[in-house]
């Protein structure tokens, strides 16, 4: 069991949880992501880690109300459990100096992108953040990614805070002034194809963290498969991470919207508490 | 007294009747029948069944224990050797382990020794456990990788030469394929939880949830533990690589299986986790993950199925009586069949494919005539669930993470004789040296290595 130490509603619909899991918060690594099951009947998600500390062993996960696994982890108090927490899973983010990198976090994507941020600003590189959100209030994590970067540029969709536009706004008016030698993107699959489109002309290195739907999470099963370069991955073993220009991001969109239906079915039999 | 030429039937649900639920097929004997088969037995002095066993039950001993109705003492015999008799008296392919052997077979059927285990183990779990005796551990500790069918012999075994046993699971629940792969009317999961509690109680202690390669690695096992054995099983999916294979709708037999057994997909929205199955399946390759898949998808709703398998029915690898109740359940076989392409609609759903006939030519390396390409013989299909049963690979998460541990070109784990590998003190057996094979193969290995781990700890002091 994986104890529930600390838990603040961060946004409308959006939770943060401090998770007791010693064994993951030990090995946990920029871009590693667990994957969790509530409940005895429920389903096993994958979550990246946000942030982790080994001395407490606690990790950090970020979660957004959607369907019925994330509303029954919304209901849990500290002092709860969830059932199990299994990771770190995927292979971590490559930490490198490259030089000047961006980091762009879409929503719910900016808790991945912080740990990433701020292991690439340890290591000496410049990094410019962009940040954004449907609206203010949606805004995530934005102390932390101050933090984390050396310069940082906040959108919103609809002006409410920052500049309003897209994140992809902020970046093609970078690219076409700065030097930048690598971008790093996690957000909806839409956002991330319009970055890899935005960077494609400029041949600069873009890794987008991929999203997939998984089921155990440590290859078995092929849920996650993604076209990359024309060859099928596994999101959750040879990813979560890839060149994001190679990235059939049409199909990642396909597939993450193949239970649709099912989960809208689930969330009715829920709310009726069958 | 005469022989009955024949087995003792054993009761089934009728297929119509099977196909609206998940319960188990056969029903098992009841101990009037039980007794009537095992006095088939001729129990023979020098008995062949036994070589068939990959785990040496001594076969005539509980046969005429169960002859005279001692069915406690009948259990206590099987389970000197096998851990987990509930199990393999449901999946073993005895017709070509024990039973081939059996001398009754050469004029009418062999025994029916499955049946009679599992007659044995049912009625043990109907009346509680036996108690068994715990060994104090001898201070030896070791690790066992993985709780499928090798794991868990191996670790139940090593406890009762009185080891002290961590068993680690990557998935939440122990019992790897017997939870995860094989469907629930073949082996009902509350005897698999039943058989793990058993090995449980042996000594054995479980850590479900741990990934041996991530959560922990081989070499921090290696400083905690004396000895390691790995049996993390045959877990690479194998796709078809053909064009349109990511549609949605295209299961990988492993996703499907998991979600439906594992996972209860079966009992959505009961359970959350969903599986998606349409009216028409195709399901492909015919071994006994197919057969289950097939199965599964027409108790999950499906119109049609069909197996399309490139070969013929002589080469299909899966047990005869699976194909037997596949058939019974109105499973389709499109046999010299090949899918050439994946067709999809707006949405990325599958809708169709391209097939092409095959006839079969030479042997190949594996003595089964090949299939070859009729040229001018495509043709389309409507379907709207394909699921991708032509086989697994061994699982690569833990030989990538463990650079000291020798795989093979095919990414098994190279083993002696012993299942020793080539990191010293670890060990290996099952689908992770094999390849996919059976239940009770795994067990064998894990059995032999339990042998050769204790005979390494004691000969370390």
């Known amino acids: 069991m994986y104890e529930i130490v600390a838990k603040s509603l961060i946004a409308p619909e959006i939770k943060l949880f401090r998770v007791r899991a010693p064994l993951v918060a030990e090995k946990a ?39 019925v696994t994330t509303l029954k982890l919304g209901k849990l108090d500290v002092g709860d459990s969830l059932l199990n927490c299994i990771g770190p899973l995927g292979n971590p983010s490559r930490i490198e100096r490259f030089g000047t990198v961006v980091c762009v976090g879409g929503g719910v994507g900016i808790p991945p992108v912080y740990p990433i941020a701020r292991a690439l600003k340890k290591v000496g590189n410049h990094v410019i953040s962009i940040i954004g959100a449907k609206t203010a209030d949606l805004l995530i994590f934005e102390r932390g990614m101050r933090e984390a970067s050396d310069e940082i540029f906040i959108t919103t969709d609809d002006g409410s805070y920052g500049r309003r536009g897209f994140v992809s706004g902020v970046l093609a008016e970078l690219l076409s002034q700065r030097r930048i030698d ?29 999203n997939s739907i998984m089921v155990d999470g440590t290859g078995m099963c092929g849920a996650c498969r993604v076209s990359v370069g024309g060859e099928t991955k596994f999101t959750c073993v040879d990813g979560p991470e890839f060149d994001a220009h190679q990235v059939d991001f049409d199909l990642l969109m396909a597939r993450l919207n193949m239970y649709k239906d099912k989960e809208q079915e689930a969330l009715t039999a829920y709310r009726e508490g069958r | 007294m005469k022989i009955e030429p024949q087995k003792t039937p054993m009761r089934e649900q009728p297929p119509q009747e099977r196909i609206k639920n998940y319960k188990e097929v056969p029903m098992g004997y009841s101990a009037e029948e039980a007794i009537r088969e095992a006095s088939r037995c001729l129990g023979c002095k020098k008995p062949t069944c036994i070589e068939g066993c990959p785990v040496e039950v001594d076969i005539p001993a509980f046969i005429a224990q169960l002859k005279e109705g001692n069915f406690d003492e009948a259990i206590r015999i099987i389970k000197q050797k096998n851990n987990l008799p509930a199990i393999c008296g449901r999946v073993c392919p005895q017709e070509v382990q024990c039973e081939l052997r059996c001398v009754l077979g050469k004029k009418g059927e062999p025994v029916a020794i499955s049946r009679l285990e599992r007659f044995a183990a049912d009625r043990e779990r109907a009346k509680g456990y036996a108690k ?38 990557a998935l939440h629940e122990p019992g790897g394929v017997l939870m995860y792969g094989i469907p629930e009317f073949r082996l009902p999961k509350d005897i698999v939880r039943q058989e793990v509690s058993y090995v449980e109680s042996l000594g054995v202690t479980l850590r479900a949830g741990v990934v041996v390669g991530k959560t922990t690695t081989m070499d921090e096992l290696a400083k905690e533990y ?43 929205p009961r359970y959350d986790t969903p599986v998606k199955v349409g ?14 898949s097939a199965r599964w998808a027409l108790r999950l709703g499906a119109e049609e199925t069909w197996i399309v398998y490139r070969r013929s029915e002589r080469e299909m690898p899966a047990r005869v009586e699976e194909i037997e109740h596949a058939r019974e359940e109105r499973v389709k076989f499109m046999l010299l ?8 609609d707006e949405h990325g759903y599958v809708r169709g494919m391209r097939c092409q006939r095959m006839r079969l030519g030479e042997p190949d390396e594996s003595g089964r005539r ?12 409507e379907i709207d669930t394909a699921i991708i049963a032509i086989g697994q690979g061994p699982n690569p998460l833990l030989p990538k993470a463990t650079p000291e541990i020798a795989v093979n070109g095919k990414g098994k784990i190279i083993v002696d004789e012993d299942g020793q590998t080539s990191m010293p003190g670890v060990y290996a057996g099952g689908d992770i040296t094999l390849g996919a094979a059976t239940v009770i193969e795994a067990m064998g290995a894990g059995k032999r290595a339990a042998k050769a781990i204790d005979r390494y700890l004691m000969g370390r002091h």
């Open chain 2, 279 to 292: 009216k028409r399946v195709a399901v492909f390759g015919a071994g006994n993950v197919s057969m289950d």
């Open chain 1, 182 to 210: 690598r971008v790093i993107a996690i957000g909806p699959a839409i956002m991330m194809k319009v970055v890899a489109e935005a960077t494609r002309p400029y041949k600069i290195e873009t890794i987008a963290s991929l």
């Open chain 2, 337 to 344: 069949t090949i899918p050439l392409k994946f067709h999809g």
């Open chain 2, 132 to 169: 068994s005796v715990k060994p104090t551990p001898a201070g030896e500790r070791v690790a066992v990788v993985g709780s499928g069918p090798a794991g868990l012999t191996a670790a139940g075994d090593l406890a009762r030469m009185g080891h002290s046993v961590i068993l680690y699971e």
């Open chain 2, 370 to 381: 090949r299939p070859i390409p009729i040229p001018g013989s495509e043709f389309e299909m």
């Open chain 1, 29 to 67: 690594k920029p871009g590693n992501f667990v994957v969790v099951r509530v409940d005895e009947r429920g389903e096993r998600i994958p979550l990246t880690i946000a942030d982790w500390d080994p001395s407490e062993g606690t990790i950090t996960l970020v979660v957004q109300e959607v369907g």
């Open chain 2, 226 to 268: 004396d000895a390691i054995f790995i049996g993390t099983g045959a877990g690479l999916p194998y796709f078809l690589h053909i064009p349109g294979e990511n549609l949605c709708g295209i299961y990988s037999a492993n996703e499907f299986l998991t979600r439906v057994n594992l996972m209860r997909g079966y009992a959505f």
